[in-house]
């Protein structure tokens, strides 16, 4: 399976932004789909996942009440909602995924096994 993050961009501080994953390749009907990202200098961390229904979410810490994540199968695409950006959600954001995943208790966790190419989002002050 392949996917593609798009929506990233620069935002100013307090504002808003999208980012989309779009699946491609194969058909599935289960997955678990998570959003990563890694900051300049930083280890990759885990940001938000998913489960298949879209009746679980989960996220990290620092997004909680900013970043919303939610999905549309129809289009095999999972959406990160992002408001009141700060400057340090400064990274690149990757998109991944593993088929017929357990949610569980740590969803970040997951094995995902397929990543996208990842897309910039910049915060200004």
């Known amino acids: 399976v392949q996917l593609v993050e798009v929506g990233g961009g620069l935002v100013q501080a307090g504002g808003s932004l999208r980012l989309s994953c779009v699946a491609s390749g194969r058909t599935f009907s289960s997955d678990v789909r998570g959003w990563f990202r890694q900051a300049p200098g930083k280890e990759r961390e885990f940001v938000a996942a998913?489960?298949?229904?879209?009746?679980?979410?989960y996220y990290t810490d620092s997004v909680k009440g900013r970043f919303t994540i939610s999905r549309d199968n129809a289009k095999q695409t999972v959406y990160l909602q992002m408001n009141s950006v700060k400057p340090e959600d400064t990274a690149v954001y990757y998109c991944a995924t593993k088929i017929g995943g357990y949610f569980g208790t740590r969803p970040y966790d997951a094995g995902y096994d397929s990543w996208g190419q990842g897309t910039q989002v910049t915060v200004s002050s």
């Open positions: 998913i489960n298949w229904t879209g009746s679980r979410t």
